[in-house]
């Protein structure tokens, strides 16, 4: 990163001193179209300072499964708060870039005797970056947590169809698209616990644990936190991890000791013969 802004900072310096007053006149129209060109070049290798350059590593050790969401959980506010900074530096330097490119606009106008008064807004560099995109016709959200992308309510709802029928072949495959398709969804905690069950439906409890936790760790104080949790103590509990399933379980009646999973917790552990 510090690579590429320096080096982007030493050209937009050069096209800088390239244009004083005094020697505007010997600058060519190829000359300004040349330093345009470098410039647009340097973002682009901004931008591709924001892809991925392999695969993460993550320390999410810990001696329970509550102790690995809680390393996940700061490990995630970690990388937000380092991403919202890389964002905000990399858009003040597409501010200003864009700002210079403008300048040269002007100048390329005059050196080619336009009208400087028909001149347009700049385009942003590196391709529209920074320009917002087109609004979406939101609908209403379940959840009460956001407004929904066009479609993200009828494909919830024909997934959950497909679990009230307990076709749940079908309900995995449509909740697991939905996942993909509209990730940070307000919906997201109840299509994951909606997963899981689907995937318990099918056998497969390993991956309904995994759905379970995520469900759990993308909102763990929400209206489906509850059931998440106590349905990742059960599931834990039939994978044989009984000191986990019962640890989490135990949780479930700390952290909400009114909700109706607590109670459903509490007769899971004595089935597992928790003390």
Partial sequence: MMRVLAAFGLCLMCSLRALPVAAQQDQTLADIRQELNVLYVEVQKLKRELSTTGAPQIASGGDSVLDRVGAIESELQRLT???????????????????RIGDLEFRLVELEGGDVSKLGETTTLGGDMGAPAAPSVPEPAATGGGELAMGEQADFDAAQAALEARDYQRAATLFDAFNQSYPGSPMAPRAYLAQGRALDGLGDTREAARAYLTAFTGDDTGPTAPAALYELGAALGRLGQVDQACVTLGEVGVRFPGDEAAALARSEMSSLGCN
């Fill in 81 to 99: 708060a380092k991403t919202e900074q890389l964002e905000h530096r990399i858009g003040r330097v597409v501010e200003d870039g864009t700002n």
